[in-house]
Protein backbone atom coordinates (compact mmCIF):
# COMPACT_ATOMS: atom_id res chain seq x y z
CA UNK A 1 0.00 0.00 0.00
CA UNK A 2 0.63 3.43 0.22
CA UNK A 3 2.87 4.83 3.36
CA UNK A 4 5.35 6.94 5.02
CA UNK A 5 7.94 5.99 7.36
CA UNK A 6 10.35 8.84 8.86
CA UNK A 7 12.93 9.17 11.62
CA UNK A 8 11.61 8.29 15.15
CA UNK A 9 12.12 11.04 17.31
CA UNK A 10 12.92 12.52 19.86
CA UNK A 11 16.14 14.02 17.79
CA UNK A 12 18.12 16.16 20.43
CA UNK A 13 20.89 18.32 18.58
CA UNK A 14 23.08 21.53 19.70
CA UNK A 15 22.47 24.79 18.24
CA UNK A 16 24.76 24.81 14.77
CA UNK A 17 24.78 21.69 14.31
CA UNK A 18 23.27 20.02 11.46
CA UNK A 19 20.09 17.84 10.98
CA UNK A 20 18.99 15.02 9.11
CA UNK A 21 15.17 14.13 9.21
CA UNK A 22 14.97 10.90 6.94
CA UNK A 23 11.93 10.17 5.32
CA UNK A 24 10.85 7.06 3.01
CA UNK A 25 7.71 6.64 1.07
CA UNK A 26 5.84 4.08 -1.10
CA UNK A 27 3.60 5.04 -3.51
CA UNK A 28 2.15 1.76 -4.91
CA UNK A 29 -1.33 3.46 -6.05
CA UNK A 30 0.51 6.41 -6.66
CA UNK A 31 1.66 7.17 -10.28
CA UNK A 32 2.83 11.02 -10.12
CA UNK A 33 3.53 11.41 -5.83
CA UNK A 34 3.76 14.92 -4.74
CA UNK A 35 5.88 15.26 -1.45
CA UNK A 36 5.43 17.52 1.76
CA UNK A 37 7.04 18.10 4.74
CA UNK A 38 4.85 20.22 7.70
CA UNK A 39 5.83 21.27 10.76
CA UNK A 40 4.85 22.38 14.03
CA UNK A 41 6.54 24.93 15.96
CA UNK A 42 5.16 24.71 20.00
CA UNK A 43 1.90 26.82 20.31
CA UNK A 44 1.16 26.94 17.00
CA UNK A 45 -0.79 24.55 14.28
CA UNK A 46 0.44 22.82 11.69
CA UNK A 47 1.84 24.54 8.69
CA UNK A 48 3.52 23.69 5.45
CA UNK A 49 7.44 24.08 5.38
CA UNK A 50 8.14 22.99 1.60
CA UNK A 51 6.69 20.76 -1.17
CA UNK A 52 8.13 18.82 -4.08
CA UNK A 53 6.40 17.64 -7.12
CA UNK A 54 8.47 16.48 -9.45
CA UNK A 55 10.61 13.88 -8.89
CA UNK A 56 14.59 14.77 -8.82
CA UNK A 57 13.60 18.45 -7.38
CA UNK A 58 14.54 20.19 -4.28
CA UNK A 59 12.52 22.38 -2.40
CA UNK A 60 13.70 24.20 0.40
CA UNK A 61 12.19 26.85 3.33
CA UNK A 62 13.73 28.42 5.95
CA UNK A 63 17.44 27.04 5.59
CA UNK A 64 15.72 23.27 5.21
CA UNK A 65 15.97 21.69 1.65
CA UNK A 66 14.60 18.21 0.69
CA UNK A 67 15.49 16.27 -2.75
CA UNK A 68 12.80 14.55 -3.95
CA UNK A 69 14.56 10.98 -5.03
CA UNK A 70 12.00 8.62 -7.23
CA UNK A 71 14.85 5.94 -7.15
CA UNK A 72 15.08 5.56 -3.36
CA UNK A 73 11.68 6.71 -2.76
CA UNK A 74 13.20 9.45 -0.41
CA UNK A 75 12.40 12.86 0.57
CA UNK A 76 14.64 13.65 3.65
CA UNK A 77 14.82 16.74 5.30
CA UNK A 78 17.93 18.89 5.91
CA UNK A 79 19.35 21.76 7.67
CA UNK A 80 23.44 22.45 7.75
CA UNK A 81 23.01 24.40 10.86
CA UNK A 82 19.86 24.73 13.34
CA UNK A 83 18.67 27.44 15.25
CA UNK A 84 16.51 27.14 18.81
CA UNK A 85 13.58 28.44 16.57
CA UNK A 86 13.89 25.03 14.81
CA UNK A 87 12.43 22.99 17.42
CA UNK A 88 9.23 21.37 16.52
CA UNK A 89 7.56 18.22 14.98
CA UNK A 90 8.40 17.91 11.48
CA UNK A 91 6.16 15.46 9.12
CA UNK A 92 6.39 14.19 5.92
CA UNK A 93 3.82 13.63 3.87
CA UNK A 94 2.75 11.89 0.70
CA UNK A 95 -0.19 13.34 -2.06
CA UNK A 96 -0.96 12.42 -5.43
CA UNK A 97 -1.24 14.75 -8.19
CA UNK A 98 -4.00 13.30 -9.70
CA UNK A 99 -6.31 13.71 -7.11
CA UNK A 100 -7.78 10.57 -5.85
CA UNK A 101 -7.37 10.91 -1.96
CA UNK A 102 -6.02 12.56 1.03
CA UNK A 103 -2.74 13.39 1.85
CA UNK A 104 -0.66 10.48 3.61
CA UNK A 105 1.46 11.72 6.70
CA UNK A 106 4.08 10.10 8.41
CA UNK A 107 3.99 9.64 12.35
CA UNK A 108 5.98 13.26 12.94
CA UNK A 109 9.48 13.96 14.15
CA UNK A 110 10.06 16.12 17.13
CA UNK A 111 13.34 17.62 17.53
CA UNK A 112 15.13 19.86 20.11
CA UNK A 113 17.66 21.65 19.23
CA UNK A 114 19.73 23.12 22.85
CA UNK A 115 21.14 26.35 23.06
CA UNK B 1 -4.35 33.96 2.23
CA UNK B 2 -6.83 32.38 4.09
CA UNK B 3 -7.60 31.15 7.45
CA UNK B 4 -9.28 27.76 8.68
CA UNK B 5 -11.19 28.39 12.13
CA UNK B 6 -12.11 25.18 14.53
CA UNK B 7 -14.79 25.39 17.54
CA UNK B 8 -14.85 24.98 20.26
CA UNK B 9 -11.15 24.94 21.01
CA UNK B 10 -11.46 22.62 23.64
CA UNK B 11 -14.76 20.02 24.37
CA UNK B 12 -15.57 18.32 27.78
CA UNK B 13 -18.07 15.26 26.72
CA UNK B 14 -19.38 12.61 28.76
CA UNK B 15 -18.67 8.87 27.87
CA UNK B 16 -21.42 7.99 25.26
CA UNK B 17 -22.39 11.64 24.91
CA UNK B 18 -22.73 12.83 21.06
CA UNK B 19 -20.52 15.59 20.22
CA UNK B 20 -20.11 18.27 17.09
CA UNK B 21 -16.73 19.70 15.85
CA UNK B 22 -17.15 22.39 13.63
CA UNK B 23 -14.75 23.92 10.83
CA UNK B 24 -14.49 26.93 9.21
CA UNK B 25 -12.71 28.08 5.93
CA UNK B 26 -11.86 31.51 3.84
CA UNK B 27 -9.44 30.10 0.91
CA UNK B 28 -12.64 29.32 -1.07
CA UNK B 29 -11.56 25.26 -1.47
CA UNK B 30 -13.27 22.87 -2.86
CA UNK B 31 -12.09 19.72 -0.48
CA UNK B 32 -11.67 19.36 3.22
CA UNK B 33 -10.35 16.93 5.92
CA UNK B 34 -10.99 15.55 9.59
CA UNK B 35 -7.85 14.08 11.00
CA UNK B 36 -7.08 12.77 14.53
CA UNK B 37 -4.28 13.14 16.25
CA UNK B 38 -3.65 11.15 19.46
CA UNK B 39 -0.79 11.54 21.27
CA UNK B 40 2.52 10.95 20.23
CA UNK B 41 1.18 9.81 16.66
CA UNK B 42 0.31 11.00 13.11
CA UNK B 43 -2.54 11.82 11.20
CA UNK B 44 -5.27 9.59 10.87
CA UNK B 45 -7.80 10.47 8.00
CA UNK B 46 -11.51 10.30 9.43
CA UNK B 47 -13.63 12.01 6.63
CA UNK B 48 -13.24 14.09 3.56
CA UNK B 49 -15.10 16.00 0.87
CA UNK B 50 -14.53 16.92 -2.23
CA UNK B 51 -17.26 19.50 -2.49
CA UNK B 52 -20.42 20.85 -0.90
CA UNK B 53 -22.27 18.10 0.35
CA UNK B 54 -19.80 15.27 -0.93
CA UNK B 55 -18.39 12.74 1.93
CA UNK B 56 -15.78 9.96 1.48
CA UNK B 57 -15.01 8.07 4.03
CA UNK B 58 -11.18 7.98 5.61
CA UNK B 59 -9.43 5.16 7.07
CA UNK B 60 -10.98 6.17 10.48
CA UNK B 61 -14.75 6.89 9.67
CA UNK B 62 -16.08 4.04 12.72
CA UNK B 63 -17.72 6.02 15.11
CA UNK B 64 -17.63 8.92 13.29
CA UNK B 65 -20.52 11.24 10.66
CA UNK B 66 -19.64 14.21 9.04
CA UNK B 67 -21.42 16.85 7.04
CA UNK B 68 -20.42 19.34 4.57
CA UNK B 69 -23.64 21.51 3.93
CA UNK B 70 -21.91 24.31 2.30
CA UNK B 71 -18.34 24.72 0.43
CA UNK B 72 -17.04 27.04 3.13
CA UNK B 73 -18.18 24.59 6.38
CA UNK B 74 -17.20 21.13 7.56
CA UNK B 75 -18.50 19.62 10.94
CA UNK B 76 -17.33 15.99 12.22
CA UNK B 77 -19.66 14.40 14.88
CA UNK B 78 -18.72 11.74 17.48
CA UNK B 79 -21.59 9.44 17.59
CA UNK B 80 -20.66 8.01 20.99
CA UNK B 81 -17.14 9.71 22.82
CA UNK B 82 -15.27 6.98 24.13
CA UNK B 83 -12.57 7.25 26.56
CA UNK B 84 -10.04 5.89 23.70
CA UNK B 85 -11.07 9.02 21.44
CA UNK B 86 -9.40 11.35 24.01
CA UNK B 87 -6.76 13.23 20.67
CA UNK B 88 -6.86 16.40 18.79
CA UNK B 89 -9.05 16.68 15.92
CA UNK B 90 -7.62 19.02 12.70
CA UNK B 91 -9.68 20.35 10.13
CA UNK B 92 -8.07 21.22 7.05
CA UNK B 93 -8.84 22.21 3.76
CA UNK B 94 -6.69 22.07 0.11
CA UNK B 95 -7.58 23.12 -3.93
CA UNK B 96 -7.15 20.01 -4.75
CA UNK B 97 -6.82 16.25 -3.37
CA UNK B 98 -3.53 15.78 -3.95
CA UNK B 99 -2.56 19.82 -3.28
CA UNK B 100 -1.17 20.97 -0.09
CA UNK B 101 -3.42 21.03 3.11
CA UNK B 102 -3.98 23.87 5.07
CA UNK B 103 -4.59 23.44 8.75
CA UNK B 104 -6.80 24.93 11.64
CA UNK B 105 -5.24 24.64 15.33
CA UNK B 106 -7.70 21.68 16.32
CA UNK B 107 -10.07 20.91 18.81
CA UNK B 108 -8.66 18.95 21.41
CA UNK B 109 -11.28 16.21 22.94
CA UNK B 110 -11.65 14.81 26.63
CA UNK B 111 -13.86 12.48 27.74
CA UNK B 112 -14.85 12.09 30.90
Known amino acids: GDSVTQTEGPVTVSESESLIINCTYS????????LFWYVRYPGEGLQLLLK?????QKGSSRGFEATYNKETTSFHLQKASVQESDSAVYYC????????????FGTGTTVSVSP | GGIITQTPKFLIGQEGQKLTLKCQQN?????MYWYRQDSGKGLRLIYY???????QKGDLSEGYDASREKKSSFSLTVTSAQKNEMAVFLC???????????FGPGTRLTVL
Open chain 2, 92 to 102: ASSKGQGSEQY
Open chain 1, 27 to 34: ATSIAYPN
Open chain 1, 52 to 56: VITAG
Open chain 1, 93 to 104: ALGDRQGGRALI
Open chain 2, 27 to 31: FNHDT
Open chain 2, 49 to 55: SITENDL
